[in-house]
């Protein structure tokens, strides 16, 4: 049993803290991206089917797009260092940094050692949405990625589509190994497109129906060279449920584009985390 302390209210008023002021932190400069944008030359693309993923592959200095091409459909994404598939997409720092959802001039961050910036979102279509009265908003990196795991724990079975499964199938073809060794490689995701929050009276992840439409995209910067891996997810729009044979389900289409000669001068990679990994040793 627990009592409700006589100053409870007073403690619940306390003003809360940011943990992580980003005055300091490294802004990416958006009017050369910007411009940077203006004049591109597309060079790959890549259609991910629907209740399936691909992989694609970025070079630094380079951009790329992901967009709705037939009806809503949100995507799990994830992120590597095309040289070195330990330093990968960081999601939970990510969001320590910029929030529980993330958009235009707002970066992908990858893990330590590196801690660095991997891509930088140059545009999004539905950077007018913004936070409903629900608490909801686009681009999330609060959910992990559906998975068959936890399909299995809430619902029994074996369902082999959910976006974990998707991405791994995909890894391992990228790279020729078994499923069993890709696994591990795969890691928590950007929902691109997928509307999300948090109810306010249970604390509870919820989803709802995407506004993303036919036309709609996310686009990134890569600030390194970056292999790209992305799912469609099996529940569509997520208005409903997100391991589903039942939802509709659409194709998303990756982009890749080139700027032109010199569009990025002044530019540079960004280097790996500055602190000397010595840990008061």
């Known amino acids: 049993m627990t009592t409700t302390p006589d100053d409870a209210e007073a403690r619940r008023a306390v003003k809360p803290v940011i943990c992580y002021p980003v005055e300091t932190l490294p802004q990416p400069d958006m009017a050369l991206l910007t411009d940077a944008r203006q004049d591109l030359r597309k060079t790959d693309e890549v259609l991910v089917q629907p209740r399936d993923a691909a992989t694609f592959t970025v070079p630094a200095g380079h951009f790329f797009r992901i967009t709705s091409v037939e009806g809503s459909q949100v995507g799990d994404l994830n992120l590597w260092n095309a040289n070195d598939l330990n330093e990968r997409f ?12 993330i958009t235009t001039g707002e970066r992908m961050w990858s893990s330590f050692p590196g801690m660095r910036p991997m891509a930088t979102i ?3 279509t539905l950077g007018w949405y913004g936070i409903d009265a629900y608490g909801g ?10 998975d068959p795991y936890t399909h299995n724990l809430l619902k029994g079975g074996q369902y082999h589509h959910c976006c974990h499964s998707n991405l791994t199938r995909a ?11 890709a696994e591990p490689l795969v890691h928590d995701v950007l929902n691109v497109f997928m509307c999300t ?21 996310l686009e990134f910067f890569a600030e390194m060279d970056l292999l790209g891996a992305l799912s469609a997810c099996p529940g569509g729009d997520c208005s409903a449920e997100h391991s589903s044979d039942v939802a509709a389900c659409y194709p998303l289409l990756v982009e890749v584009f080139a700027p032109k000669d010199g569009a990025l001068d002044g530019w ?14």
């Open 90 to 101: 960081y999601s939970g720092k990510t969001r320590a940094l910029h929030g529980t959802h």
């Open 122 to 124: 140059s545009h999004d």
């Open 137 to 146: 908003s686009v681009h999330d990196v609060i959910g992990t990625r559906c």
């Open 171 to 181: 890894m391992a073809a990228h790279l020729g190994v078994p499923v069993q060794e």
């Open 197 to 217: 929050g948090f109810t306010r009276d249970t604390g509870q992840y919820f989803m709802k129906a995407s506004p993303v439409r036919p036309g709609d995209y």
């Open 268 to 281: 540079t990679p960004p280097p790996v985390n500055g602190y000397d990994r010595s840990h008061g040793v």
